[in-house]
């Protein structure tokens, strides 16, 4: 899914980049974006999922998903 945002304006190290129908805005920190990109600056943003990456993710956080669940009997949290 490709989309184009639009650099509206900068402000505090703050990014606010605004869709090209201008129904939603975000405020993105600038060292996320590209150097040199400021304001009046149009973005190609796509979105695509990556099994890839789902997968290194589900390796890395497996381990520590079985090591909290040991000991664990599943029952109320007693404070």
Known sequence: ???WLFVDRVESGQ???TSESGDASFHVPLS???AGIGEGRWLTFTL???PAKDEEMATRTRGT???LAKGDDG???KL
């Open 48 to 50: 695509e999922p990556d």
């Open 65 to 67: 998903r079985e090591r």
């Open 15 to 17: 990014a606010v980049l």
């Open 75 to 77: 029952g109320d949290i």
């Open 32 to 34: 996320l974006l590209p």
């Open 1 to 3: 899914m490709k989309r």
